[in-house]
């Protein structure tokens, strides 16, 4: 065996032979060079783990030229053997390198963990927070060496007004890293000990009986899809990603019932809700007065795609409603329109029970034992809870009225 100085001079005197020959450094040991028949020179160090019984194993530094020199491959070998000293294979070390270098770069390893989520709802949650907040600041980074400080940069790039936006983008990287864990990609997360951000204060806007027809009566000068969105958002009081998302073959017209799959819903709990005349008409006017389609979706654009225009056309109804005559309101958001039905609900005497299971909440008198033995499904006073919903919408857009009639009357 071959031994001497690995330098410069020494390897530019080397000459291929009829078999693989190495010349060991009598420096550095398990540091040499590999000449091959063809004339091939690489660097390599050879090493053993757990002692003279163990194995010795031999690792490629790389070929011989840049950035492979004498000197530079001597300084790898001697890190090498930093690493075997510590009980680090430095083929193990380099596995896990290339595969932090492709596999686990946060980027690649966001979009696995987007593939894992149920649900439409959390989904798109998900999707949108990690394109707009996460990504962006954690692309390049291989998952086992983000930090604490590097999560906190994420929220340190969000606007303090997004108070939401930052409890959102919390629940998803504490579940994105305790994922990985359950996989084995990483031992700890780096969000442990962090203080969840404080809670955002409850919204209480909910909108007057003679707001709720301006906006009615507003909706169909809008988008083609989103006036139909909107007044199927009052009159169902369901999810704007449910309605927005909605099927036809989700409906039955007979039955007048709509049924949306665990899927597609925020709590991943399948959702019946019964359709009363308001939603029906819309139906209806959507299907210009034939026969329901049996698939396809039922607010897609003119792309075949979903709409994704609210923002634009949240901005054109508000437009139109200022411009009706009828003065200024408050500023509204359309999830506000889900709370002006259960608010409605209330004035109408409709049982707390009733009100979530229309809205399909698992909170409250839903939750818990309660949940896990109450299987009534509350499909026949849902069905009279929205069909006395719709009766009032329409006698307020008819009268521009802000009076309400009992439950109890309505019923009679």
């Not at 894992?116 to 060496?145: D, T």
């Amino acid at each position: 065996m071959a031994t001497g100085k690995v330098g410069k001079r020494s390897v530019d005197t080397l000459r291929p032979g009829t078999g693989v020959s190495f010349l060991w450094d009598d420096d550095l040991k398990g540091f040499g060079v590999k000449v091959t028949p063809k004339g091939a020179i690489s660097y390599v160090y050879q090493y053993r783990m757990g002692g003279r019984e163990a194995k010795t194993q031999r690792y490629t530094i790389g070929a011989h030229g840049s950035p492979w020199t004498p000197t530079t491959a001597r300084a790898e070998a001697e890190r090498l053997g930093v690493l075997v000293a510590q009980g680090v294979s430095p083929v193990e070390a380099d596995k896990q390198r290339r595969r932090e270098a492709v596999e686990l770069t946060f980027q690649a390893y966001a979009d696995r963990f987007l593939q894992s989520c149920k649900g439409e709802g959390w989904r798109r949650l998900v999707e949108r927070s990690l394109r707009l907040h996460i990504v962006p600041v954690l692309a390049s980074k291989a998952l086992p060496a983000i930090t604490r400080a590097d999560v906190v940069a994420v929220f340190d790039t969000m606007p303090d007004e997004q108070q939401a936006g930052q409890r959102n983008v919390f629940a998803i990287l504490r579940r994105l890293f305790k994922w990985a864990i359950s996989r084995g990609d990483i031992a700890r997360s780096p969000m442990e000990g962090m203080e969840t951000p404080p809670p955002v204060k409850a919204r209480d806007r909910w909108l007057s009986d003679v707001e709720l027809a301006r906006v009615w009566n507003a909706a169909p000068n809008c988008h083609r899809c989103f006036g139909p969105i909107v007044r199927m958002l009052i009159a169902t009081g369901q999810r704007r990603e449910e309605v927005g998302g909605a099927l036809w073959d989700e409906l039955d017209r007979t039955d007048r019932m709509w049924r949306i799959a665990g899927t597609r819903t925020k709590n991943g709990a399948p959702h019946t809700v019964p359709l009363n005349d308001l939603a029906i008409d819309e139906l209806d006017r959507l299907a210009k007065g034939e026969t329901w389609p049996k698939r396809g979706a039922i607010f897609a654009t003119s792309t075949g795609g979903p709409f994704t225009a609210y923002a634009k056309g949240k901005l054109k109804l508000d437009a139109l409603v200022a411009d009706d005559g009828g003065g200024d309101i408050a500023p509204w958001r359309l999830h506000d329109l889900r709370r002006t039905l259960a608010t409605g609900f209330q004035r109408l005497g409709v049982r707390f029970e009733v009100t979530e299971a229309v809205l399909n909440h698992l909170s409250g008198a839903r939750s818990g034992v309660a949940g896990v033995y109450q299987r009534h499904d509350w499909k026949g006073e849902k069905r009279m809870a929205l069909d006395a919903w719709a009766r009032h919408v329409a006698q307020s857009i008819a009268s521009g009225a802000d009076n309400v009639i009992s439950f109890a009357a309505r019923r009679a």
